[in-house]
């Protein structure tokens, strides 16, 4: 990607031996954009990013994992400035334009003797080509790097857009999920870039679940570098980049929850025929996260009472008898009606399958939402239960 | 316990042989009130005894496990009916004053023929000292029976109180958490025991979590024979009465949440000095739905970011600077900061403890709430991915 340069390293802030520093470097002020939690109990980098990101411009970002640095008072937020400072020391530009990200366990110092040994050692690194290197710095229960590349031309001049996310647990939709960056050459405003990563975190970000836990820390950030011809200068163009956006986003989104902690299989639940925008996110929403809807997938069960009595707690309009259930394309309940052994055993088959699509039709109105997510295995529990040990 | 009879066989509803038809009789017309889900996915005989309960009064209540009777269409109401009046005609009673229940799968009909030949059977078992029996012929995939009793005196007479429950998973405050039944010998009118039944519901069983669903078929109901010479019949006996009622709807909650699906510990969390009710509601529901802070209760971590995060979340007004946070009587966090690592040594001891309590205080008010919960482990899971199989 034309305008940046990456790096990854091991600086000792994780306790194994994994990459736990990164930093995306832009060779020019960028034009940038942000989206945070909205948790009310947010870590430092994340009130200090919330100021930062008001003047549109961004040059660099230093992103650790093995530590959120939340729930860290004061001290936390000097922590914050002092490692954006020693980045600006380090590249030699201005600390307004440096952002930092952090990831792990809540409610301990940075260790900021690991930072001061591994700012001028990130930095060393810096090139085009170490994208995986960044991707896997800010990875903490991930099994993958995520990493999404897409070009496109307007007005015959090419631009790209690359994004590198993580997360895996405390997922859920109430912002811009878990870390998350965009980087692309394209020549926009500060203004647009933000309504269109608003616009496609509405429809990525805002519309996944692991666990229904809120991160403190959540922040999807773009970067604009302007080294390509391409620009937004009107609604054709924009419309272009805001349909690539929304794919990189969606792309990340869903390879967070695949890679969600012990899922074993992605999920889809498409609500169609709700009476409101609101009952369709509601019923959306209360299947995605009904523990019982994920344990069922995990064991492979079509266990449609499971998932008619979420909509049911939903607070979604619903009328039982005119409910349509569909497993992939193979109906299950017809007008409220279970359609036998046949249907079941042939969405039993689908249910073996790694990726499923639930479509539940209310047959109340026209309104529409879905949601990715994934389903619960012992070892979200095992996960879980010994992350900080 | 005088006027009440009870009974419970295996009819074959269940595929392994545990008892699966439970029956109580009252001897006398019972005044009789009953709550049922909010969920708007009802179960056909929750839609049946919402009728039936406005007279208030009941002789008999049929309860089967097995089988949730639920998303059965016209057919599930008139199996139900069919129950009632086998009931009806066994004991020589009026089908109205009989109320059925059901608890199991959902989404299959009711094996009819299994109740032709079992309500007979049960009936025959009719005896004021087969609690045990009923109280075993309700459970589905609890490990043991609930039942409590209490007796106390107004102007010299005595009065008693027994409840019996059933519940161990699609546990959630929502209304009335799964079956349970309230016998007692008081002199009291339906109205009164109606408003004494809602407000001991509203500090048990809706003040209990074990996974955040609400199941279809979800009712507690409350049966006074008047057999005892206590009555009702002026603000201090009521308060006796209230009393005793509360104490034994919150051991019966108690018994719930314990006997969790895959449960190994009992948590409560205790939210204090919030700025509205609602506020401390909401903190509290949050924590204790947490699946993050539910696997560190079962890992014995005293993680009090996972705490903090999901009280962020949770929509009540938080400023994380005030919070104290307790684990039994050892501060962990005062005014947001950690109390190092002597206190974390203390607490984690504390969390090896089988039943826990966890109290955060928000120093912004004066409103408090509470929730009892439970941890989460593998077996949660294994128990809900195998229920169909």
């Not at 909205?38 to 990013?49: D, E, Q, S």
């Not at 170490?130 to 991930?142: E, H, P």
């Amino acid at each position: 990607m034309k305008g940046f340069k990456f790096a990854g390293i091991h600086a000792g802030i994780k306790k194994n031996d994994q990459k736990d520093l990164g930093l995306i470097y832009c060779e020019k002020p960028s034009v940038a954009a942000a989206l945070f939690t909205r948790n009310k109990v947010i870590a430092a980098p994340v009130i200090l990013g919330k100021e930062k990101i008001k003047i549109g411009v961004c040059r660099a970002v230093l992103a650790n994992s093995g530590n959120a640095n939340c729930f860290t008072g004061n001290q936390g937020i000097e922590d914050a400035r002092a490692c954006s400072k020693m980045v600006a020391d380090c590249l030699d530009i201005e600390e307004d334009h440096v952002l930092v990200s952090s990831t792990g366990v809540i409610g301990a110092n940075l260790p900021m003797d690991k930072f001061k040994t591994g700012v001028p050692d990130v930095v060393q690194q810096l090139s085009e080509d170490n994208v995986d290197q960044f991707a896997d710095a800010i990875l903490t229960t991930d099994t993958c790097r995520k990493i999404v590349n897409r070009s496109a031309t307007i007005d015959n001049k090419k631009f790209s857009i690359m994004g590198i996310a993580k997360g895996s647990g405390m997922i859920r939709p109430d912002m811009a999920t878990m870390l998350a960056y965009i980087c692309t050459d394209i020549h926009i405003s500060a203004d647009d870039l933000n309504k269109c990563l608003s616009a496609a975190n509405e429809k990525s970000f805002n519309r996944i679940t692991v666990d229904g836990d809120t991160s403190t820390n959540d922040t999807l950030m773009a970067m604009a570098s302007g080294t390509s011809e391409a620009q937004i200068n009107d609604a054709g163009s924009k419309k272009i980049f805001q349909d690539m956006l929304d794919d990189v986003c969606f792309e990340l989104a869903k390879m967070v929850v695949k890679d969600g902690e012990g899922a074993t299989k992605l999920a889809q639940i498409i609500i169609k025929g709700a009476q409101t925008k609101k009952d369709a996110f509601k019923a959306a929403e209360a299947i995605a996260h009904s523990n019982l809807v994920k344990t069922a997938i995990y064991g492979e069960d079509p266990n449609w009472g499971r998932i008619t009595a979420a909509v049911g707690r939903s607070g979604a309009h619903v009328v039982p008898e005119k409910i349509d259930l569909y497993f992939d394309d193979q109906a299950l309940v017809l007008k409220g009606d279970w359609q036998g052994t046949e249907a079941e055993k042939k969405t039993s088959q689908i249910m073996k399958n790694s990726e499923i699509t639930i479509t539940l039709d209310l047959n109340l109105g026209q309104e529409t939402d879905s949601f990715l997510f994934c389903d619960f295995s012992e070892n979200y529990v095992k996960i879980n239960a010994d992350y900080r040990s």
